[in-house]
């Protein structure tokens, strides 16, 4: 192939990935923003909704955010909002516009390391469309993922170039690259060592005998650039200071993300379950990047409901993938390579340390399956290297892997589309999956099917009767169809359940001072319950504050009840709570004139 004809086909794989990466995604710009984290990192976060000023731009930096520090995705989200508002698609867009560069720069990086065409353009195009990757780009609250993929594929450039011909200017760049990515999302820990395996392939930095003459044969076309050799202790020691970031950026994650509550300690998943949790979810992602059926946002944890055999069968998989990559290793070092990509890459969100309640993810899954895409990309193209038709399967056969792709990922997009399709599609592909039960059933109540919210919430209490969310959301779907009763019935085993909770303390709280029958009114018991929600969450939740003054009201504390309304009006401003604010702000008229606030239905709802 000519160097004029090369260029000619590099470009047609641009357009290419592109295309087919925009129709596979097209029925993303109907999705809207999900009650899934997407208010906590946009809609209902002021310190994002308000777009760029001098404390927004502060605050990602110096705080932490659902459990993690990442001020590069914060950042992004705040200049989405500043350009385009709370308008769902262009938020969207972002995201793809995200996925679609770091497709471009996948296929750049591998072509520019190995020189292999096809294959690293299947290699990205199987990235760009397999349906597991629609979790990380449909979903606006995993920006994270898709812009720490842009970060770590930058990382890769850097470090191909650097590795061409060292010096200290190419090697800063990639200590920033990396450090950028880790203030994305702190999945770039294990970078480093995929560095060192792309040393031994494709880059044959590597110093050993019997290693050089495979590195130039398992390329399909040849690699003019002569990449520097250097021992295994040399790369090694290359490396430290991208080691020590990591080692940095690991602790400081684990530190926030438990002071968030979100690494589930022992006593919750003990570490038995952990173990065997990850051996069988290294199967199930294969499986499912195999046939990807069943997809869903969230897998329950099975904990010691998981048959003994699978964890056995898998360990056992594992080892003899394993043992047979190394074997084989001479040979066919893509295989190796790309196996311990897999491996390595998923060590962090495999669940040994278990963060979060979900047993695997989807989105997990958006870097890691890059090694498997070039293990099949190399291995396939390599073992029909004699077959007579050779150049003819290779394209039918990736054509039609592709297009199936391609199809899967357009609908697996447009279950994205809302709160409702999502929770639904979720409780329907899994099982005793009461989380998405109970976001299924608060979707539908938002949506005013009680009924059929009821039924989800009742579903959740035959699969785990202690979890106390599904009691609350009982009780408010109870009180918003009008049933007081039933609804202070299934509050109360919420409180029960969880005593500190806020939640279910608000809405009784709530109803007993706002009830027009006195059959459902304690004004004392809604000022005590008032009161210890506000005290647990130091007065400075604009929702309670409004409660508390409702209930002052209710007993006759007006000047108490006007001094809470004020505060909990001057914190709904400062805070962007624009829906809360007329509420407050009509309240507290009642309350300056002396009158208590009655209504039938709650304007507190809270969970």
């Avoid at 659902?66 to 769902?88: A, E, K, M, R, Y």
Wanted: one cysteine or more; proline letters at 4%.
């Amino acid at each position: 192939m000519d160097k004029t004809s090369n260029k000619y086909w590099v470009l047609c794989v641009y357009l290419a990935l592109v295309l087919a990466t925009f129709i596979a995604y097209e029925p993303m710009r109907r999705n809207e923003f999900v009650n899934l984290d997407d208010g906590a990192y946009v809609f209902e976060n002021p310190h994002v909704k308000v777009g760029i000023t001098r404390e927004s731009v502060i605050w990602p930096f110096t705080s932490s955010h659902v459990g993690n520090w990442h001020p590069l995705t914060g950042l992004s989200h705040i200049l989405d909002c500043q350009l385009f508002g709370l308008n769902p698609f262009w938020h969207h867009f972002t995201s793809f516009l995200f996925h679609v560069a770091n497709t471009l720069l996948l296929f750049w990086v591998l072509k520019r390391m190995t020189g292999a065409i096809w294959r690293s353009a299947f290699v990205a195009a199987a990235f760009a469309l397999h349906p597991l990757h629609v979790e990380s780009v449909a979903w606006v609250a995993e920006r994270k993922d898709v812009l720490s993929g842009l970060f770590w594929i930058l990382t890769m450039a850097a470090y191909v170039r650097y590795a061409a011909r060292p010096s200290l200017g190419k090697y800063l760049l990639v200590v920033l690259a990396l450090c950028l990515g880790l203030m994305a999302k702190p999945m770039l820990v294990t970078l480093p060592f995929v560095l060192l395996l792309l040393d031994y392939w494709p880059l044959g930095r590597l110093q050993l005998e019997w290693s050089k003459a495979r590195q130039v044969s398992s390329q399909s076309e040849a690699v003019k650039v002569n990449y520097q050799k250097a021992t295994v202790w040399r790369l090694i020691a290359e490396k430290i200071p991208l080691f020590v970031l990591v080692a940095v950026s690991s602790v400081v994650t684990f530190m926030v993300q438990r002071s968030a509550g979100a690494v589930q300690l022992e006593e919750s998943f003990p570490i038995n379950y952990r173990i065997i949790n990850a051996l069988t979810s290294y199967i199930a992602y294969l499986g499912k990047m195999i046939y990807p059926s069943h997809l869903a946002v969230f897998y329950p944890h099975l904990l010691d409901s998981l048959p003994l055999w699978q964890p056995i069968l898998s360990a056992l998989a594992l080892i003899i993938v394993s043992a047979a990559v190394i074997y084989t290793i001479r040979r066919w070092p893509y295989l190796a390579v790309g196996w311990f990509w897999y491996l390595g890459t998923l060590v962090p969100v495999i669940g040994l340390v278990q963060v979060g309640s979900q047993a695997m993810a989807d989105r997990y899954t958006y870097l890691p399956s890059i090694g498997i895409f070039i293990m099949v990309a190399w291995a396939v193209a390599e073992l029909l290297a004699k077959l007579r038709y050779r150049t003819f399967t290779l394209q039918i056969a990736a054509g039609v892997v592709l297009v199936l792709l391609l199809l899967f990922t357009r609908v697996q997009v447009q279950y994205w589309q809302n709160s409702l399709t999502l929770f639904k599609h979720a409780v329907e592909m899994t099982e005793n999956n009461f989380r998405m039960h109970n976001n299924y059933g608060k979707a539908l109540m938002v949506e005013g099917h009680f009924d059929d919210a009821i039924e989800h919430f009742k579903e959740i209490l035959k699969i785990n009767p202690q979890y106390f969310k599904a009691q609350n959301n009982l009780g408010l779907a109870y009180y918003m169809k009008g049933e007081i009763e039933q609804a202070i019935t299934y509050l109360d085993k919420a409180l029960q359940l969880k005593p500190e909770w806020v939640g279910p303390m608000q809405n009784l709280a709530w109803i007993k001072a706002t009830q027009p029958n006195p059959k459902f009114r304690d004004t004392q018991e809604a000022v005590r319950l008032a009161e210890r929600a506000c005290e647990l969450t130091d007065y400075k939740n604009p929702a309670l504050l409004d409660t508390l003054a409702v209930a002052y009201a209710a007993v006759g504390k007006f000047p108490e009840a006007v001094d809470t309304a004020k505060k909990a009006l001057e914190l709904a401003e400062s805070s962007g709570h624009n829906q809360r604010i007329e509420g407050i702000r009509s309240r507290l008229h009642f309350f300056k004139a002396g009158k208590i606030y009655i209504e039938s239905l709650p304007k507190a709802f809270s969970d």
